[in-house]
């Protein structure tokens, strides 16, 4: 455990916080856009800071979406996705070689990084605020090539830089009109396949470092506490009573990142 030596108490604390908020988010409350932002502001090492977290928290994305589709494998509309995956592969190409890499020679620095990622989460509050709107002006429809090639090419891009294509995917799926256990089954797989396909690039440029993987190891036990806080405030109360406060942290923590860059 010598490379704990490396973290204070309160480094310890807000990153097993970010493990603990996306474990909650896998238990179906809606928090897991907040912990990357957190995640990157308190990660010690701000010179890398934002490839640093996020290739941190793949493996653990890994092992929460692989656990999760257990429970929803029976569920899954396989064919639903076959549409999404070769323009998310491209996605996840493009996007590794501008944000995970810092040797290319287009490659994006990580203030930059820090920036977008800022801005995508002012984004999904945007995105939150017109979602009904959306939504209601998205037609059902069956998946198509075409579709899936923009939803796909934006979940990969998304995803990579900052683990969030889930506003994307629901704007795929949300217009088959799934039955709810299915639209679970579906996204949840979509999830693990996406993250296992982004496990390629982040270790052949080096974003899964051996310290992190024994850093997540220690913190592991958070994220079932996570996953069962998440689903137990999931059931006893009211989506409208917490998702408007959800965002506005999500707004804070992005605008902060972004000012913390400059």
Known sequence: MDFLADYTFLDLFWIGLSLFLTGMSKGGFPVGNIAL?????VWPAQAQAARSAVGFM??????????????????????????????????????SYLFVSDSAMIAVSDR?????IGVLGIVFVLYFAAKKWILKHIHASQPTWGKGAVFGFAAGITSTLAHAAGPVVQM???????????????????????????LVPFAMLGRIEPDNLKLGGVLLPVIPLGVALGWWLTHKTEQKHYTILIYAVLLITSVTLILKAQ
């Open 37 to 41: 932002p957190i995640l990157i502001l």
């Open 58 to 95: 793949l493996p653990m994305l890994c092992l929460m979406d692989a656990i999760a589709l257990c429970f929803y494998w029976r569920k899954v509309l396989w064919g639903r996705l076959i549409y999404l995956m070769p323009a998310t592969l491209l996605g996840v190409v493009l996007a």
């Open 112 to 116: 930059a990084l820090k920036i977008s």
């Open 172 to 198: 795929y799926l949300l217009p088959q009109q799934l039955e709810k256990k299915r639209y679970a089954g579906t996204s949840c797989a979509f999830f693990w396949m996406l993250n296992l396909v982004k």
